[in-house]
T-cell receptor, first 116, second 115 residues
Framework: AQTVTQSQPEMSVQEAETVTLSCTYD???????LFWYKQPPSRQMILVIR??????QNATENRFSVNFQKAAKSFSLKISDSQLGDAAMYFC?????????????FGTGTRLKVLA | NAGVMQNPRHLVRRRGQEARLRCSPM?????VYWYRQLPEEGLKFMVY????????ESGMPKERFSAEFPKEGPSILRIQQVVRGDSAAYFC?????????????FGPGTRLTVT
């Protein structure tokens, strides 16, 4: 069974600085998707970025980028120029790509605090 | 295009009562997933449904929990005889298809409190 591990329960970053959130996963599959979701106090799950395992190029979305290391099964999220609005819980998630139910497997989350 | 709708947003039930959580998927989406988020934890998969069919219920507790997605109307997650441990946020996500490239879109969640 696949597992997702986020080893940092909480992180802090100064406004305008850069922070990296860690995520590791375990799977025997070669094809899958990885995601980072943001959950602000409203609890709405907001997709931040997604990565297809077959793509070697790291995904980027404006100030958000990932460092995808397939062999190491690592998928970290880098937030550049941190803003107060980035403060939230961040969840790493895995989804299988071969046939199946495509359910998401989430990590336990990292709470990001942004200091003014 | 309206997003995934869930209601109620907050639900308070006494122990032993029934809880019914509703999820209306995005227009054109016929696949629905339910997840549960216990306090200070990540979301955990419960059940996956297509119209009129349960495809995967491997994450559903064996007793008291059931789900349906009828031909017409929203998907319903039903919890009978609720206990304090059922207090959690319940999220619904919808998808337009089953293929691996289809993304799931999450609703705002229903927060269930059992007193």
């Amino acid at each position: 069974a696949q597992t997702v591990t986020q080893s940092q329960p909480e992180m802090s970053v100064q406004e305008a600085e850069t922070v990296t959130l860690s995520c590791t996963y375990d799977t025997s599959e070669s094809d899958y998707y990885l995601f980072w979701y943001k959950q602000p106090p409203s609890r709405q799950m907001i997709l931040v970025i997604r990565q297809e395992a077959y793509k070697q190029q790291n995904a980027t979305e404006n100030r958000f980028s990932v460092n995808f290391q397939k062999a190491a099964k690592s998928f970290s999220l880098k937030i550049s120029d941190s803003q107060l609005g980035d403060a939230a819980m961040y969840f790493c998630a895995y989804r299988s790509a071969p046939s199946g139910t495509y359910k998401y497997i989430f990590g336990t989350g990292t709470r990001l605090k942004v200091l003014a | 295009n309206a997003g995934v709708m869930q209601n109620p947003r907050h639900l308070v039930r006494r122990r032993g009562q029934e809880a019914r959580l509703r999820c209306s998927p995005m227009k054109g989406h016929s696949h629905v997933y339910w997840y549960r988020q216990l306090p200070e934890e990540g979301l955990k998969f419960m059940v996956y449904l297509q119209k009129e069919n349960i495809i995967d219920e491997s994450g559903m507790p064996k007793e008291r929990f059931s789900a349906e997605f009828p031909k017409e109307g929203p998907s319903i997650l039903r919890i009978q005889q609720v206990v304090r441990g059922d207090s959690a946020a319940y999220f619904c996500a919808s998808s337009p298809g089953q293929g691996s490239s289809y993304e799931q879109y999450f609703g705002p969640g229903t927060r269930l409190t059992v007193t």
